[in-house]
């Protein structure tokens, strides 16, 4: 990597980090700089990565030793696992810098960046020199709409908090992310800008998302929706998760979302929260795939195609006497996708019902549901009135959420020790600096 190379910094959202033996370390999800005063380009601090289980760290500029297209090398394998907290000197580069309006200092023109560009300079250290922009137009303007780039000292607006930061080039980089992904960047960000982005997420991007956030994060995002959308996105969220976002609110918040959602939406919630936290009742999801006997194989493999269903849910159908709507009639049997792949698509699922006398009833404690599972090598579990109409249905995933740690979204190294981080910073020659360091 030369000197004076230039690199787009929302280009390098997701991309690989690797160390120098080719092992993959994590995937950049961020970038940190610091501004400085007057109309000097703000110094690159370091790169945030995200590891396993979602866990951020951050890396100094200093140990990046290659950047390309699809891959960045660090100088070793070695980083400090201390979790990435932004100080408030710290600019986030794809959060706090992308879509701001600014003026351009030569025709005063209003734009919106879209990308920024950093490049090392004579000593080694990374700056921020160019800017990619859209112009808003005007009358007068050549370059109306247009993208084109500016030096970073062609622009005023910068040095103070903006007040009329859009979304869209952000949105276009969170994007490509899995929900989970999301759900993790938005924690990162600061709170104002947090709001902006969820202001502007669609609502079924928005609950898929919500899905993914502790309860904690959850509940206040969505009360500082209003009602009205808030009750949207809890009508596309899956029952099983709205109903236990609404069960971490208080009595009056949830009758008052309820109201406002659609009867059949939010009657299966309602009946979830009735049932216990840690029971097959208060796990299962009322939305498994449902088959009615007369179905085929055929029409079975197209429902578990659905990209929006879960892979432990899209293992198996569970067939049922009409009505097909949980309450339905009488729980006929579970057919795996296994079995029907192996079978003719004109093929009755009925005829490949499993019928298992043992299955999960409403109150099954989240013990049993889970020796359940192992002992029969299941994803999924059917769950079974005591007038033998299927509920619903509790997956793996429902069981591994509520036996994990509550803070496992958070995991953290738990041996840190404080001077890892000084010893780590002056190693990389940031000591004094408003970067963090890894070690």
């Known amino acids: 990597m030369s000197v004076g190379s230039r690199v787009f910094i929302a280009r390098l959202s997701g991309i690989g980090v690797?160390?120098?033996?080719?092992?993959?370390?994590?995937?950049?999800?961020?970038?940190?700089?610091?501004?400085?005063?007057?109309?000097q380009p703000p110094r690159v601090l370091g790169l945030v990565?995200?590891?396993?289980?979602?866990?951020?760290?951050?890396?100094?500029?200093?140990?990046?030793?290659?950047?390309?297209?699809?891959?960045?090398?660090?100088?070793?394998?070695?980083?400090?696992?201390?979790?990435?907290?932004?100080?408030?000197?710290?600019?986030l580069v794809l959060a706090e810098l992308l879509d701001r309006t600014v003026t351009t200092t030569d025709d005063q023109q209003q734009v919106s960046i879209v990308d920024a560009a950093m490049e090392q300079n004579r000593t080694g250290d990374w700056e921020i020199t160019r800017l990619a922009v859209r112009s808003g137009g005007g009358r007068l303007s050549r370059r109306r709409g247009q993208l084109f780039q500016v030096a970073w000292d062609e622009v005023d607006g910068l040095a103070l908090a903006e007040n009329s930061q859009g979304t869209e080039t952000l949105l276009s980089v969170l994007a490509g992310?899995?929900?989970?992904?999301?759900?993790?960047?938005?924690?990162?960000?600061?709170?104002k800008r947090r709001l902006e982005v969820v202001a502007a997420l669609d609502d079924e991007r928005l609950a898929?998302?919500?899905?993914?956030?502790?309860?904690?994060?959850?509940?206040?995002?969505?009360?500082s929706l209003a009602d009205e959308r808030a009750a949207d996105v809890l009508e596309a969220m899956n029952d099983d998760d709205a109903a236990d976002l609404l069960g971490e609110m208080p009595a009056d918040d949830q009758e008052r979302l309820l109201k406002l959602m659609e009867p059949d939406e939010a009657e299966p919630v309602?009946?979830?929260?009735?049932?216990?936290?840690?029971?097959?009742?208060?796990?299962?999801?009322?939305?498994?795939?449902?088959?009615?006997?007369?179905?085929?194989?055929?029409?079975?493999?197209?429902?578990?195609?659905?990209?929006?269903?879960?892979?432990?849910?899209?293992?198996q159908v569970f067939i049922v006497r009409p009505p097909q709507a949980t309450p339905s009639g009488k729980f006929l049997g579970?057919?795996?996708?296994?079995?029907?792949?192996?079978?003719?698509?004109?093929?009755?699922?009925?005829?490949?019902?499993?019928?298992?006398?043992?299955?999960?009833?409403?109150?099954?404690?989240?013990?049993?549901?889970?020796?359940?599972?192992?002992?029969?090598?299941?994803?999924?579990?059917?769950?079974?009135?005591?007038?033998?109409?299927?509920?619903?249905?509790?997956?793996?995933?429902?069981?591994?959420?509520?036996?994990?740690?509550?803070?496992?979204?958070?995991?953290?190294?738990?041996?840190?020790?404080?001077?890892?981080?000084?010893?780590?910073?002056?190693?990389?020659?940031?000591?004094?600096?408003?970067?963090q360091a890894d070690g």
Do not use: C
């Open 177 to 191: 992310l899995r929900p989970a992904d999301v759900a993790s960047a938005l924690q990162d960000m600061p709170a």
């Open 49 to 91: 990565l995200e590891i396993q289980h979602r866990h951020r760290i951050f890396v100094p500029m200093g140990r990046v030793t290659r950047i390309e297209p699809d891959a960045v090398t660090l100088s070793s394998g070695t980083v400090n696992m201390k979790r990435f907290e932004r100080r408030p000197s710290e600019l």
């Open 18 to 39: 690797f160390d120098p033996s080719g092992d993959q370390l994590g995937r950049i999800r961020e970038t940190v700089a610091t501004l400085r005063i007057g109309r």
């Open 334 to 435: 579970t057919a795996h996708l296994q079995r029907l792949l192996r079978e003719p698509p004109s093929a009755l699922v009925s005829g490949l019902a499993e019928r298992d006398t043992r299955s999960l009833r409403p109150n099954t404690q989240i013990a049993d549901i889970t020796r359940h599972l192992a002992t029969y090598n299941l994803v999924a579990a059917p769950v079974i009135d005591e007038n033998g109409r299927l509920l619903g249905a509790v997956s793996v995933d429902d069981v591994l959420d509520h036996l994990l740690p509550e803070d496992w979204r958070d995991v953290d190294a738990q041996n840190e020790q404080s001077d890892n981080e000084a010893e780590a910073r002056a190693a990389a020659g940031t000591t004094g600096s408003a970067g």
């Open 270 to 315: 309602r009946r979830l929260m009735t049932y216990g936290d840690y029971t097959a009742g208060g796990l299962m999801t009322t939305e498994p795939v449902i088959l009615l006997p007369d179905a085929t194989v055929a029409e079975a493999l197209a429902l578990v195609r659905n990209p929006d269903l879960s892979p432990a849910l899209a293992a």
């Open 208 to 223: 898929d998302i919500l899905e993914e956030l502790p309860e904690d994060d959850q509940v206040s995002l969505l009360t």
